[in-house]
């Protein structure tokens, strides 16, 4: 199994390499060059499967001869450990008339969707560095990484006390939730470092990037990617979209072909159900669901990839999606561009390759340059057959919460990420039900747990006319957290201020 940049200047990259770079040196994401085949019987030798042991099944298909099968058993089960149910990521339902399930992806340790992932990267980023360090090497890596909220504390928690591993998390000033950033700046490891920038996400993204552009501060301090950049992000990410399959299977849905409705913000979560479909899960379709910054929406409506610079990031009580520009979505489009942009009268597959990653380049330097660009017809037409999508206002957030806290006698406490997914899996149903004449299931992914949103869940709740008792929902790791000591950085919104303080930690003068 090997590796190319979405770019097309580097390819054959082993799985290792991919893993501890992050980002391609030709400023691209690494996909693999091609995609592995599931085994023939997947369907019923898996089906009775842990997630633990589904996930080894599938990382196994893309690591090729960098680890045994026994050694990603041993780290998946160590990363999964840490979650608080043995089902790791449980389907529940939501509503049994329309066939809506939720799909629970907030049991870990940060109670997110990103500990599926950032558990499992932690862990494999100490078990290739100890790999490397025990021929004598001395090698560490300083891990740089942007968030909107959850990836931040989910990095940090997968990544605190980790073996040779410096961690730099940039989060902007006052635009994640008071949890979010008591969980990431209350961990006072030496190896744990946050850093409060004076922006949007966004522009701490694109902090990470500049410093990923620098090839001599790179090479310098061995910096490697906890974003979602990092293709093993994507990777544990696919497993939960299998299990989910099973999960209905298990109950008896007779050869399920899902519909998963995915709250979406830089497109690795439903990037990953890509990947799962492409591998061969039967899925029915993959459905964006967008707040307001509705850069994917406005794609799949028009073709055009747009940024919407006039407004802005425009901030909302789904903060985790507040994104200017999905960054993922790279690895996508470099699939529409090879199949949809290359011309038909290119037919050797190197070529069709190399000339998609050409393509990518130039559409990237023009969404940097003018703001946007346009895609074919016939790759949007492809697209649409895999995608649909729709976006969810702030009024609409907090009614579907206080909609579903409010249903008797099945009350269900919502995110707000959550709920834009499923106010636009409502918003979908006759769409849907029209896939399989009423009986198709739709899961939609729940990407945190609500008390992580505190502010935004109390006032959809009582100002609904209802009441929330918060200390009732509040899991035990978030008691006292908003008092305990904290350490950050604050800092302008520039590189050379965010390199500069990375210098001086690497050097002990901070």
């Known amino acids: 199994m090997k590796y190319r940049s979405t770019r097309g200047q580097i390819e054959g990259q082993s799985f290792e390499s991919v893993v501890l770079e992050g980002l391609a040196a030709d400023g691209g994401l690494y996909i693999p060059e091609q995609l592995p085949a599931l085994p023939s019987d997947w369907q019923s030798t898996w089906s009775k499967l842990t997630f633990a042991e589904l996930a080894t099944e599938l990382i196994s298909l893309f690591v090729g001869d960098d680890m045994s099968h026994s050694e990603v058993a041993a780290l998946v089960t160590k990363s ?5 149910t043995a089902d790791v990521t449980p389907l529940v339902s939501l509503d049994p008339n329309s066939n809506t399930h939720i799909l629970e992806l907030f049991h870990g340790p940060t109670f997110a969707f990103k500990d599926v992932a950032l558990q499992f990267l932690g862990n494999l980023f100490e078990f290739f560095l100890e790999r490397r360090n025990a021929q004598g090497s001395g090698h560490k890596i300083t891990v740089v990484g942007a968030t909107s909220g959850d990836t931040g504390s989910a990095a940090i928690y997968g990544l605190r006390g980790k073996k040779n591993v410096s961690v730099f998390i940039l989060h902007p000033k006052g635009r994640v939730s008071p949890i979010q950033e008591a969980q990431m700046t209350t ?20 902090i990470v990037k500049q410093l990923f552009g620098r090839p001599a501060f790179k090479k310098e301090h061995s910096l490697g990617a906890i974003n979602s950049i990092n293709w093993a992000r994507i990777l544990a990410q696919i497993t939960y979209y299998f299990y989910a399959y099973f999960a209905l299977v298990r109950q008896g849905v007779k050869d399920p072909k899902p519909v998963f409705v995915v709250p979406s913000g830089n497109f690795g979560d439903i990037l990953a159900g890509f990947y799962a479909r492409s591998l061969g899960l039967p899925v029915g379709k993959l459905v964006i669901a967008t707040n307001a910054n509705d850069i994917l929406d406005r794609f799949l409506k028009s073709g055009r990839y747009e940024k919407n610079s006039e407004q802005g990031v425009l901030a909302t009580p789904s903060p985790a999606m507040d994104i200017l520009v999905s960054s993922n979505f790279e690895r996508f489009l470099w699939y529409l561009a090879r199949d949809y942009e290359v011309p038909a009268s290119v037919t050797d597959r190197e070529q069709r390759e190399a000339q998609a990653g050409k393509i990518i380049s130039q559409w990237m330097d023009r969404l940097k340059s003018e703001g946007s660009f346009a895609v074919s017809p016939q790759a949007l037409e492809a697209a649409r057959q895999i995608f649909w999508s729709s976006n969810c206002n702030d009024t609409q957030t907090y009614d579907t919460i206080a909609k579903y806290y409010a249903r008797k006698p099945s009350s269900y406490l919502l995110d707000p990420h959550t709920a834009v997914g499923v106010y636009v899996a409502e918003t979908l149903r006759s769409d849907i039900n029209r896939l399989g004449n ?14 992580k949103f505190s502010e935004a869940v109390l006032k959809a709740v009582n100002e609904n006319g209802h009441h929330l008792d918060f200390k009732s929902i509040l899991p035990p790791p978030f008691v006292g957290l908003l008092e305990k000591p904290r350490r950050c950085f604050e800092c302008d919104n520039s590189v050379d201020a965010v390199a500069d303080y990375i210098v001086k930690i690497a050097a002990g003068s901070e």
């Open 80 to 84: 999964y450990s840490t979650f608080n």
């Open 187 to 206: 961990v006072l490891d030496d190896n744990v470092h946050n850093v409060s920038v004076t922006g949007t996400f966004d522009d701490c993204q694109d």
């Open 438 to 451: 009423s009986d198709v299931h739709t899961i939609c992914l729940s990407t945190a747990h609500p008390a």
